[in-house]
T-cell receptor, first 116, second 114 residues
Framework: EAGVAQSPRYKIIEKRQSVAFWCNPI?????LYWYQQILGQGPKLLIQ????????DSQLPKDRFSAERLKGVDSTLKIQPAKLEDSAVYLC??????????????FGEGSRLTVL | AQSVAQPEDQVNVAEGNPLTVKCTYS??????LFWYVQYPNRGLQFLLK??????LVKGSYGFEAEFNKSQTSFHLKKPSALVSDSALYFC????????????FGAGTRLFVKA
C-alpha cells in the first residue's frame, strides 16, 4: 500500500514570495490533515478535512495560508506572502476513520520550507 | 481545551536498559492517546494507541505504554533499549467527541548509548 505522498520535499524562498505544497493521501482515507512543525516543537494542526469539507481550520493563519482538497482526494496548502516565521516542515497526514475518530494518523515525509 | 506535556526534552539510556518516556495530558472526557516516533528527515510513524480497555497497550518494535487515568499519564516504555531506538518521540491526545482534533506534545529525544 502506497503511503502519503508529499511534494516538494524541500523549498527555499524569499519572504513575501508564495509557495504551494501538495499532498496525496493513502487511497480511501477520508480525513486529511496539514500540520506545521517548527524546529524543536511538536506538530501543530493547521487544517483538517473530512472528504472535501473543512472540519477544523481554527489555527490556520487565513490572511496568508489557504488550503483546498478538491474532489476529496489530493490537497494543496498555499502560503502567500511568506514570512520568516513560516520556516518549518509542513506535514500532511491522513486517517481512515470518519473524522479520524480512533484511528492513527499516517504521515508523509514532509515538505521543509526555508524562508530567507 | 486539550494539551499534552512531555516534561523531558531528552532521555538518555544505555543499550539493554529499560526506558521510559513520560507524557501527561489534559482533555475533557475520555481520551484517545497515541505515541509516534520520528526519525531524522522523516514524517511521524505510529507506534501505539490507547482507545479503551486494558491500561497496558503494546505496540510496534517492542514498545508499550501504560494509561493511568487518575494521573492523566500515558508513559511510553520498553524493557530493553536498542541503539536503533534513538529518535524523537511524540505523545498525542485526541478528544473522543467533537472534531476529534489530535494535539501533539513538544517531543522527547531518546538517545540510547551502546
Amino acid at each position: 500500500e502506497a503511503g502519503v505522498a508529499q511534494s516538494p520535499r524541500y523549498k527555499i524562498i524569499e519572504k513575501r514570495q508564495s509557495v504551494a505544497f501538495w499532498c496525496n493521501p493513502i487511497s480511501g482515507h477520508a480525513t486529511l490533515y496539514w500540520y506545521q512543525q517548527i524546529l524543536g516543537q511538536g506538530p501543530k494542526l493547521l487544517i483538517q478535512f473530512q472528504n472535501n469539507g473543512v472540519v477544523d481550520d481554527s489555527q490556520l493563519p487565513k490572511d496568508r495560508f489557504s488550503a483546498e482538497r478538491l474532489k476529496g482526494v489530493d490537497s494543496t496548502l498555499k502560503i502567500q506572502p511568506a514570512k520568516l516565521e513560516d520556516s518549518a516542515v509542513y506535514l500532511c497526514a491522513s486517517s481512515a476513520n470518519p473524522q479520524g475518530r480512533s484511528g492513527e494518523l499516517f504521515f508523509g515525509e514532509g515538505s521543509r520550507l526555508t524562508v530567507l | 481545551a486539550q494539551s499534552v506535556a512531555q516534561p523531558e526534552d531528552q532521555v538518555n539510556v544505555a543499550e539493554g536498559n529499560p526506558l521510559t518516556v513520560k507524557c501527561t495530558y489534559s482533555v475533557s472526557g475520555n481520551p484517545y492517546l497515541f505515541w509516534y516516533v520520528q526519525y531524522p528527515n522523516r514524517g511521524l510513524q505510529f507506534l501505539l494507541k490507547y482507545i479503551t480497555g486494558d491500561n497496558l497497550v503494546k505496540g510496534s518494535y517492542g514498545f508499550e505504554a501504560e494509561f493511568n487515568k487518575s494521573q492523566t499519564s500515558f508513559h511510553l516504555k520498553k524493557p530493553s533499549a536498542l541503539v536503533s531506538d534513538s529518535a524523537l518521540y511524540f505523545c498525542a491526545v485526541r478528544r473522543n467527541t467533537g472534531g476529534f482534533k489530535t494535539i501533539f506534545g513538544a517531543g522527547t529525544r531518546l538517545f540510547v548509548k551502546a
